[in-house]
């Protein structure tokens, strides 16, 4: 069936280092894609989105962008902070009624 | 506005009893879901109900059900409680009318079963 596939990790990196975070995806026809983030303890929070191919989604120094012919939405920030220190989904929709998420990322950043 | 809201926060039950969860969502939802979330399996879709009409529903045991009131509230209900329901249970609330609707999560209600 439709899946989401991330990098597992964990990733640990030093502060103000460049963060990438692969991510593909299975589907039939056009999915719109997301990132969430999960801090400890918390549910998940919208990161970013992009509803169709070559949307580009960004939000707090985060991008991601929507490429169909690699069925892909990598995310990716050129300087991570502690704070970003988080579990990260990637998702695609399910015709608007729910979502598929990745197994999720958990990035560490150390100071 | 108020956002999403689950209660209880936590839960502790014995193997073999009930446990009802509840979500609030955000005023104006009409698409309330349900996710399990566990170390091992990660997030995993339970039901999505949308104007009290179960919409669409994951792979999960008939002991996992649930229901969606008029005012949008929703409640799932797990029976005949298993040690491997312990688990985190988020439910999110959309407006529910296109793919591109944005879903908030609440907070989750931990369930431990001992």
């Known amino acids: 069936g439709d899946s989401v596939t991330q990098m597992e990790g964990p990733v640990t990196l030093s502060e103000e280092a460049f963060l990438t975070i692969n991510c593909t995806y299975t589907?039939?026809?056009?999915?719109?894609l997301f990132w969430y983030v999960q801090y400890p303890g918390e549910g998940l929070q919208l990161l970013l989105k992009a509803t169709k191919a070559d949307d580009k989604g960004s939000n707090k120094g985060f991008e991601a962008t929507y490429r169909k012919e690699t069925t892909s939405f990598h995310l990716e920030k050129g300087s991570v902070q502690v704070s970003d220190s988080a579990v990260y989904f990637c998702a695609r929709d399910n015709y608007g009624q729910n979502f598929v998420f990745g197994p999720g990322t958990r990035l560490s950043v150390l100071p | 506005k108020a956002g999403v809201t689950q209660t209880p926060r936590y839960l502790i039950k014995t193997r073999g009893q009930q446990v009802t969860l509840s979500c609030s969502p955000i005023s104006g939802h009409r698409s309330v879901s349900w996710y399990q979330q566990t170390p091992g399996q990660g997030l995993q879709f339970l039901f999505e109900?949308?104007?009290?009409?179960?919409?669409n529903k994951g792979n999960f045991p008939g002991r996992f059900s649930g229901r969606q009131f008029s005012n949008s509230r929703s409640e799932m209900n797990v029976s005949t409680l298993e040690l491997g329901d312990s688990a985190l249970y988020l439910c999110?609330?959309?407006?529910?009318?296109?793919?591109?609707?944005?879903?908030?999560f609440g907070q989750g209600t931990r369930l431990t079963v001992v």
């Open positions: 589907a039939t026809g056009y999915p719109s």
């Open positions: 109900y949308f104007s009290e009409t179960q919409r």
């Open positions: 999110a609330s959309s407006l529910g009318d296109s793919r591109e609707a944005e879903a908030f």
